[in-house]
T-cell receptor, first 114, second 117 residues
Framework: GEDVEQSLFLSVREGDSSVINCTYT??????LYWYKQEPGAGLQLLTYIFSNMDMKQDQRLTVLLNKKDKHLSLRIADTQTGDSAIYFC??????????????FGGGTRVLVKP | EAQVTQNPRYLITVTGKKLTVTCSQNMNHEYMSWYRQDPGLGLRQIYYSMNVEVTDKGDVPEGYKVSRKEKRNFPLILESPSPNQTSLYFC????????????????FGSGTRLTVV
């Protein structure tokens, strides 16, 4: 079945870049997403990438996709204290029997130190 | 405001006492889903619904039931809760049951933190 893996924790200094990594197993993944969860809140879509793209940039966020290695990363430039949160990688596939199902990784907790 | 509303936000209950977590969306979304979030395991799908009266098991359905009698509502029922169901639960909805991509992405509720003692 599908599997999405992430490292559990990342600590970064304010102003530095953060890089969060994710690997997935489903070769039929169509879209890959990054969600952000702030304390006590639901999940908010940060950005996404279509599977035929290598890179997508959106202001401070850069998503890199290596489809051959099934590796996704999210780079946050000039990390701010407001970026402290849990970040989830997720994938969707057009061939899933469960329709529009998202499969999530375990989440990476990012702590930004001043 | 377009939203998914879950109630209650917090719930402490005892083992074996039936409970229902309600979920309602006001966007006429076709697809609805329940997830549970546990540390290090991320979000795992419990049940989903492709449309009214169409529901199916997700990855971790044991101990849960759902119903979809109306398009807007998708309650999660725990007939006999046990401590291993202590978790953070999220309801989500999507415009399409099949189409994907950010336009058909999920809207999440704010979550229900359930503790079973």
């Amino acid at each position: 079945g599908e599997d999405v893996e992430q490292s559990l924790f990342l600590s970064v200094r304010e102003g530095d870049s953060s890089v969060i990594n994710c690997t997935y197993t489903d070769s039929s993944s169509t879209y890959l997403y990054w969600y952000k969860q702030e304390p006590g809140a639901g999940l908010q879509l940060l950005t996404y990438i279509f599977s035929n793209m290598d890179m997508k940039q959106d202001q401070r966020l850069t998503v890199l996709l290596n489809k051959k290695d099934k590796h996704l990363s999210l780079r946050i430039a000039d990390t701010q204290t407001g970026d402290s949160a849990i970040y989830f990688c997720a994938e969707s596939s057009s061939v899933k029997a469960a329709g529009n199902k998202l499969t999530f990784g375990g989440g990476t907790r990012v702590l930004v130190k001043p | 405001e377009a939203q998914v509303t879950q109630n209650p936000r917090y719930l402490i209950t005892v083992t074996g006492k039936k409970l229902t977590v309600t979920c309602s969306q006001n966007m006429n979304h076709e697809y609805m889903s329940w997830y549970r979030q546990d540390p290090g395991l991320g979000l795992r799908q419990i049940y989903y619904s492709m449309n009214v009266e169409v529901t199916d098991k997700g990855d971790v359905p044991e101990g849960y039931k759902v119903s979809r009698k109306e398009k807007r509502n998708f309650p999660l029922i725990l007939e006999s809760p046990s401590p291993n169901q202590t978790s953070l639960y999220f309801c989500a909805s999507s415009l399409s049951a099949y189409r994907q991509g950010p336009y058909y992405g999920y809207t999440f509720g704010s979550g229900t933190r359930l503790t079973v003692v």
